[in-house]
């Protein structure tokens, strides 16, 4: 079953275009629960260019997702 994406405007705030959002989720490497933050969810993936990507989302239902934070990771920085 695919997953549905939806976007908040804040994960666009470090200029990270949707598509290499989408390519690092599609091509992540770790989908970790934030313990401390509950229904939060962080995801290290590759966007188009190759460049490690972290990704935070919340689930909306059992099918769709909705992406709050895109940056690159600091020590690409």
């Known amino acids: 079953m695919d997953v549905i994406v939806e976007f908040n405007e804040a994960a666009f705030r470090h200029g990270i275009s949707k ?9 992540r490497i770790c989908d ?8 939060k ?17 919340n689930p909306v239902d059992d099918n769709t ?8 990771e600091l020590w690409q920085e």
């Open 19 to 27: 598509e290499d959002i989408l390519c690092a989720y599609m091509n």
């Open 32 to 39: 970790a629960d934030l313990g401390e933050m509950p229904e």
């Open 41 to 57: 969810y962080a995801v290290i993936g590759f966007d188009r260019a190759g460049t490690p990507l972290e990704i935070m989302y």
């Open 65 to 72: 997702i909705s992406i709050f934070h895109a940056r690159k």
